[in-house]
T-cell receptor, first 111, second 118 residues
Framework: LAKTTQPISMDSYEGQEVNITCSHNNIATNDYITWYQQFPSQGPRFIIQ???TKVTNEVASLFIPADRKSSTLSLPRVSLSDTAVYYCLVAESNQGGKLIFGQGTELSVKP | GAVVSQHPSWVICKSGTSVKIECRSL??????MFWYRQFPKQSLMLMAT?????????EQGVEKDKFLINHASLTLSTLTVTSAHPEDSSFYIC??????????????FGDGTRLSIL
């Protein structure tokens, strides 16, 4: 299983860039890395997905080194509304693409 | 973007009642849907994988006779909690993956169903 490990919590202030790093040492060749955001009493919301190098969309960037054993989600200029739990996930490509959630990172953005 | 809808969003019922939760993919066909359960302050726990037209695959420790899953069409999966008891109270969340785009397509999640058993 491609288990992921990420910090339990992080604090930041409005306007700062936040980088959350996740390790996935056992990632398989065909697996992609996906990040989700979850607010209380809501389902997770897709943020970004990548396979290698760098991926950027309108809300975040994802950096993946060549060995793919880790990844870093970068949130530029966070606001109070970015306070949430962030999950790093690797889809189990040899098990139908199912996702096994780890503990996630609880990000708290302060004014 | 891909939208997954869950219904109901919130239900309270008496112990012993069976409760059905629906999960629909609104703008894409989903050959595979997943059901999760989340307790307060905890992460999501995968319960089962729902495959259109075939039996669901349950994770270890999940009672298949307790949590009945039906995936009769490419846009609808249902989870029935049979003879629910207070310990079944939880937040149930479904997700769906676009059927024709491969296993690495991201899953899209519904907004969950809060189940409270009295």
């Amino acid at each position: 299983l491609a288990k992921t490990t990420q910090p339990i919590s992080m604090d930041s202030y409005e306007g700062q860039e936040v980088n959350i790093t996740c390790s996935h040492n056992n990632i398989a060749t065909n697996d992609y890395i996906t990040w989700y955001q979850q607010f209380p009493s809501q389902g997770p919301r897709f943020i970004i997905q990548g396979y290698k190098t760098k991926v950027t969309n309108e809300v975040a960037s994802l950096f993946i080194p060549a060995d793919r054993k880790s990844s870093t989600l970068s949130l530029p200029r966070v606001s109070l509304s970015d306070t949430a739990v962030y999950y790093c996930l690797v889809a189990e490509s040899n098990q139908g693409g199912k996702l096994i959630f780890g503990q996630g990172t609880e990000l708290s953005v302060k004014p | 973007g891909a939208v997954v809808s869950q219904h109901p969003s919130w239900v309270i019922c008496k112990s012993g009642t069976s409760v059905k939760i629906e999960c629909r993919s609104l703008d894409f066909q989903a050959t595979t849907m997943f059901w999760y359960r989340q307790f307060p302050k905890q992460s999501l726990m995968l319960m089962a994988t729902s495959n259109e037209g075939s039996k669901a695959t349950y994770e270890q420790g999940v009672e298949k006779d307790k949590f009945l899953i039906n995936h009769a069409s490419l846009t609808l999966s249902t989870l029935t909690v049979t003879s629910a008891h207070p310990e079944d109270s939880s937040f149930y969340i479904c997700s769906a993956r676009h059927g024709a785009r491969g296993l690495n397509q991201p899953q899209h999640f519904g907004d969950g169903t809060r189940l409270s058993i009295l």
